[in-house]
């Protein structure tokens, strides 16, 4: 066995945590993040730095938050003109590659004004689908004499995005993304013609997820919520015209979506275990961001909601880590912590200005001092969140200040920032920064 275990890391893209069936969605069957789970650790409160791709991306491969180089969205020429050298400097890859790594990255790049190669990886493949699960798994099998880094980075179920904009497409780049995205329509089609394979009363009634608890928009909605919205007006059109059903048909859909990228996930496990490396490989499966699936009358990311920010996350390293173990203690980012973790598995020393902290001691049983709190950057403004409660500031619009009991609350309907007894709490809140306490 290597002293250095070979890390594969697996990203799928606007998948909410909720969206495996090891989590106790019935709706949907994920045989392959189910293994991973029950031979690691899944994290149940982990959360992107932002729930939107670009910026999400960028903590991904850097260790950092989107607002250190002044990003918010995925607007990027709007917001930076360079990403500072030496961040692309100090990029997993070149990090990797020095340690005796061989270090490769296929599928979905998505960041801003650089490339994954810009990072110190070798780009493999464009393909994000299928002939990526392929490419991936040929890498792995290859035979070598050092160990292997090697991230995959899938498109669904993103592909999800596709639905109402194509229903009610409203704006030249919604008009063009109709003409353009024949392949995430394809899929769309595909996935939707299932329905006809059902008995109709079946499908509604047991095959077809039913609303959200949370369906309907929350008691003093913050204004930013219909900005947000107004901003690609097919979002509001969805909100307004979708009828229940149709609600219920994107959530199918957005089931199905995941089962294909699982599915594509099992052929990188299967890779490992035809290879005989399974028990020497550290496996990191997470997402960019979530989506909001119907809940409070929205689809698509960006609003800070436990919908979209709130992700996927589990590690496995087998015969070293604990087993089948759900962690609901430690607030873990993906985008501040994976990048830590990773060199604490390399054996690499983790650089003094990441702020994130490795999940490696928690992986294997340990109990290490933590954060008791954790922001999530938005272009709309920020959340902060604890064990119980979490605080969102808007920048600007009515109710643009929002707090939430999480426990009580889990779908964030009802704002207690109004609450004369939380006001001390809402004080502290306030003087938050995104750091490490």
Same mark, same amino acid.
Request: one cysteine or more; a negative charge.
């Given at each position: 066995?290597?002293?250095?275990?070979?890390?594969?890391?697996?990203?799928?893209?606007?998948?909410?945590?909720?969206?495996?069936?090891?989590?106790?969605?019935?709706?949907l069957q994920t045989p392959a993040m189910d293994y991973l789970a029950a031979q690691g650790i899944r994290f149940n409160r982990a959360y992107c730095t932002?729930?939107?791709?670009?910026?999400?991306?960028?903590?991904?491969?850097?260790?950092?938050?989107?607002?250190?180089?002044?990003?918010?969205?995925?607007?990027?020429?709007?917001?930076?003109?360079?990403?500072?050298?030496?961040?692309?400097?100090?990029?997993?890859?070149?990090?990797?590659?020095?340690?005796?790594?061989?270090?490769?990255?296929?599928?979905?790049?998505?960041?801003?004004?650089?490339?994954?190669?810009?990072?110190?990886?070798?780009?493999?493949?464009?393909?994000?689908?299928?002939?990526?699960?392929?490419?991936?798994?040929?890498?792995?099998?290859?035979?070598?004499?050092?160990?292997?880094?090697?991230?995959?980075?899938?498109?669904?179920?993103? #592909?999800?995005?596709?639905?109402?904009?194509? #229903?009610?497409?409203?704006?030249?780049?919604?008009?063009?993304?109709?003409?353009?995205?024949?392949?995430?329509?394809?899929?769309?089609?595909?996935?939707?013609?299932?329905?006809?394979?059902?008995?109709?009363?079946?499908?509604?009634?047991?095959?077809?997820?039913?609303?959200?608890?949370?369906? $309907?928009?929350?008691?003093?909605?913050?204004?930013?919520?219909?900005?947000?919205?107004?901003?690609?007006?097919?979002?509001?059109?969805?909100?307004?015209?979708?009828?229940?059903?149709?609600?219920?048909?994107?959530?199918?859909?957005?089931?199905?979506?995941?089962?294909?990228?699982?599915?594509?996930?099992?052929?990188?496990?299967?890779?490992?275990? $035809?290879?005989?490396? $399974?028990?020497?490989?550290?496996?990191?499966?997470?997402?960019?961001?979530?989506?909001?699936?119907?809940?409070?009358?929205?689809?698509?990311?960006?609003?800070?909601?436990?919908?979209?920010?709130?992700?996927?996350?589990?590690?496995?390293?087998?015969?070293?880590?604990i087993q089948n173990h759900i962690d609901d203690e430690h607030l873990v980012s993906n985008g501040l912590d994976l990048y830590p973790t990773i060199c604490?598995?390399?054996?690499?020393?983790?650089?003094?200005?990441?702020?994130?902290?490795?999940?490696?001691?928690?992986?294997?049983?340990?109990?290490?001092?933590?954060?008791?709190?954790?922001?999530?950057?938005?272009?709309? &403004?920020?959340?902060?969140?604890?064990?119980?409660?979490?605080?969102?500031?808007?920048?600007? &619009?009515?109710?643009?200040?929002?707090?939430? #009991?999480?426990?009580?609350?889990? &779908?964030?309907?009802?704002?207690?920032?109004?609450?004369?007894?939380?006001? #001390?709490?809402?004080?502290?809140?306030?003087?938050?920064?995104?750091?490490?306490?």
């Amino acid at each position: 066995m290597n002293q250095q275990p070979n890390i594969l890391v697996i990203y799928t893209d606007q998948q909410s945590a909720s969206m495996m069936s090891c989590t106790g969605n019935a709706y949907l069957q994920t045989p392959a993040m189910d293994y991973l789970a029950a031979q690691g650790i899944r994290f149940n409160r982990a959360y992107c730095t932002n729930p939107v791709c670009i910026p999400s991306r960028f903590s991904l491969l850097t260790g950092r938050y989107p607002s250190e180089i002044g990003l918010k969205s995925n607007k990027v020429e709007q917001e930076i003109d360079h990403v500072p050298q030496e961040i692309k400097d100090s990029g997993l890859g070149w990090l990797l590659k020095d340690a005796g790594y061989d270090v490769a990255y296929g599928g979905k790049e998505h960041l801003p004004l650089m490339c994954t190669e810009d990072l110190g990886y070798q780009y493999i493949t464009d393909d994000e689908r299928e002939g990526l699960a392929d490419t991936c798994a040929a890498f792995i099998k290859k035979k070598r004499k050092k160990p292997f880094f090697l991230t995959v980075s899938f498109i669904n179920p993103h #592909d999800i995005c596709m639905m109402a904009i194509r #229903d009610y497409p409203t704006c030249e780049l919604d008009h063009v993304l109709v003409k353009v995205c024949k392949k995430e329509q394809a899929m769309l089609d595909d996935v939707l013609k299932k329905v006809d394979s059902y008995e109709k009363d079946n499908f509604w009634r047991d095959i077809c997820p039913p609303l959200p608890d949370n369906f $309907e928009p929350q008691a003093h909605e913050p204004e930013a919520i219909s900005m947000l919205l107004k901003q690609r007006p097919f979002k509001e059109k969805a909100r307004k015209h979708y009828t229940q059903e149709q609600w219920r048909l994107h959530r199918f859909a957005y089931c199905r979506l995941t089962e294909r990228v699982d599915a594509h996930i099992h052929m990188l496990l299967q890779a490992l275990q $035809e290879s005989g490396q $399974e028990d020497n490989t550290v496996i990191i499966f997470t997402s960019d961001h979530g989506d909001m699936d119907g809940s409070h009358r929205m689809e698509h990311k960006t609003a800070l909601y436990e919908e979209c920010c709130r992700i996927p996350l589990i590690i496995t390293h087998q015969g070293q880590c604990i087993q089948n173990h759900i962690d609901d203690e430690h607030l873990v980012s993906n985008g501040l912590d994976l990048y830590p973790t990773i060199c604490d598995y390399a054996g690499i020393t983790i650089p003094k200005n990441i702020q994130g902290n490795s999940l490696k001691p928690i992986v294997e049983g340990a109990d290490p001092i933590w954060r008791n709190r954790l922001i999530v950057e938005s272009e709309f &403004g920020k959340m902060n969140v604890t064990k119980k409660y979490k605080h969102v500031q808007y920048i600007q &619009g009515a109710h643009s200040e929002q707090l939430y #009991d999480l426990v009580k609350d889990p &779908g964030e309907m009802e704002n207690i920032a109004t609450d004369e007894t939380y006001s #001390d709490m809402l004080k502290a809140f306030r003087k938050s920064k995104p750091t490490i306490e």
